[in-house]
């Protein structure tokens, strides 16, 4: 219905006296003492629940109290170690493959980089030396890189070379980048238990081998970002 706007004219006689006499009717009682004291029952019941349901989650036996988790070993060869020894600089003439050499693997520092010749019946594009080490040359590796025109070529200096490892093996697998196969490892134990070991792997066209303490080797190769 549409309002219409003015004063709405006020109804007098009997009629208004009717409704007043209705509302007056239809008004609550007032609370009696036990509807108020059946109130505050609730109430206080309320409370004590909150009460006890802290307690319990606080207290005993303490679900929602979150216990830390166990400290987790760290490695004494991690990404971040600090090298004790200055890096050797990559040589002025270095190429891209040279370039790839980080200056540290955690805390084993890169040596002299020198061509080397030991893969020259596989015709490598090119092919390097490098002395990783942390000051203590008891503990030094030493990592053999070489690159071939394709992955195929790579690949079979690779397996020519896992085949001629001799030793136990501690570890192999797959090498991953951002999801796609690029290659293999690895990893094996010196003749006997003598403490050595070999770690080769193949990402893309490079193969890589690391030779040394077992433990070295493993901290490097674990690490090496290539």
Avoid at 24 to 44: E, I, N
Wanted: hydrophobic share 40%; glycine share 8%; charged share 20%.
């Amino acid at each position: 219905m549409a309002k219409t706007s003015g004063t709405p004219a006020r109804r007098t006689g009997a009629r208004a006296t009717a409704k007043t006499t209705a509302r007056t009717a239809q008004q609550p009682a007032p609370q009696t003492s036990g509807t108020a004291r059946r109130a505050r029952a609730v109430v206080c019941a309320a409370a004590i629940i909150v009460v006890l349901a802290l307690v319990s989650a606080f207290g005993w036996p303490g679900w929602a109290v979150r216990t830390p988790p166990a400290p987790v070993e760290v490695p004494s060869a991690v990404a971040s170690a600090t090298p004790t020894i200055a890096a050797l600089p990559l040589p002025s003439d270095a190429s891209e493959l040279v370039k790839i050499l980080p200056e540290h693997v955690s805390n084993y520092v890169r040596g002299a980089v020198e061509s080397s010749d030991e893969w020259q019946s596989a015709a490598p594009v090119e092919a390097y030396a490098v002395t990783y080490g942390n000051g203590d040359q008891a503990k030094d590796v030493r990592v053999l890189m070489g690159q071939w025109a394709d992955a195929e070529e790579a690949e079979t200096q690779y397996e020519k070379l896992a085949k001629a490892l001799d030793g136990e093996q501690l570890a192999a697998g797959n090498i991953k980048v951002s999801g796609q196969n690029t290659g293999s490892y690895v990893v094996v134990g010196g003749k006997g238990g003598d403490g050595t070991a070999t770690a080769l792997w193949r990402n893309d066209t490079v193969v890589f081998r690391v030779t040394g303490p077992q433990a070295s080797v493993e901290a490097v190769y674990k690490l090496f970002p290539v």
